[in-house]
């Protein structure tokens, strides 16, 4: 049976999110319980840990109470990147592995319990599909992950690629490509700006050529967004390399306006 809320609608609004590089006490505690939850017995869950870790398995140590201290013991003092590493193996494990849980998959019940603590611990990830990728606020989400899925959909595949690789490189690990992530979010927003413009100028000509394309003064933000990538994203200074706040905000910025002209220009429904 769900969960009271789940069954009646009840959420609470999720914490700002404050974590990116560390995985706190409740994460590394939540792994083990989230993936026998989602049917791993002690046993795999401590080989899989083990595995990953590079870490012997302790024959010696056999009864269900003393593996998983043996495996939360792991978890507790890994790096921090290697318990999303450990998260993303269980999630390959549970992929393979048959049966249902009423509607959900093992692997579907594993990453509801783990996107959960992510979300309630405000840590700046989820698990989708195997992979952990970055997760942003929710007007972010529906901006860059839905508009990116929508654009695909709607054949606009070179921006929609774009701006999958800028998020593939805000979920970067242990150190995102923070330029690398502005330069792909403005490449999408100015592939879809030539093909509603008909043209193949540079973004900033598109701007100043096509007045109408945004409502005023809004085009006059996006030829500073062009500027500001241009320096940030292909032009560095040294000691001047952009934060991942700075790369989030050009990202969920690009998201926007490219979900905007889509469906201005009738490529997708609202």
Not at 231 to 236: A, F, K, P, S
């Amino acid at each position: 049976m769900k969960p009271f809320s789940e069954r009646f609608g009840y959420t609470a609004p999720d914490p700002d999110i404050t974590i990116r590089e560390d995985a706190p006490d409740v994460l590394r505690g939540s792994v083990t319980v989230a993936a026998g939850k989602a049917g791993l017995n002690f046993n795999d869950i401590r080989r899989i840990v083990c595995e990953t870790l590079s870490e012997p398995v302790d024959l010696n140590s056999w009864s269900e109470s003393n593996v998983t201290a043996d495996t939360n013991r792991l978890l507790e003092n890994c790096h921090w990147f290697e318990v999303y590493e450990v998260i993303e193996h269980l999630a390959e494990a549970l992929q393979q592995r048959p049966g249902r849980f009423g509607d959900q998959s093992p692997l579907e019940v594993f990453a509801a319990s783990i996107n959960k603590v992510f979300r309630k611990a405000g840590i700046g990830w989820q698990l989708i599909g195997v992979e952990i990728q970055m997760r942003g606020s929710e007007v972010f989400e529906q901006a860059v992950r839905e508009g990116r899925d929508r654009l695909w959909s709607a054949g606009k595949q070179t921006t929609a690629k774009q701006l999958h690789e800028a998020l593939q490189d805000l979920s970067r690990r242990p150190n995102p490509d923070v330029t690398g992530a502005i330069q792909h979010a403005l490449a999408a927003l100015e592939c879809i700006s030539r093909d509603c413009a008909l043209t193949e100028d540079t973004l900033g000509d598109v701007v100043k050529r096509n007045r109408d394309l945004f409502p005023s003064p809004l085009g006059d933000v996006v030829a500073k967004m062009w500027g500001y990538s241009s320096n940030t994203g292909r032009h560095l200074l040294e000691g001047k390399e952009p934060t991942f706040e700075e790369a989030e905000l050009m990202v969920g910025l690009s998201g926007v306006l490219c979900r905007y002209l889509a469906r201005k220009h009738g490529a997708l429904r609202p």
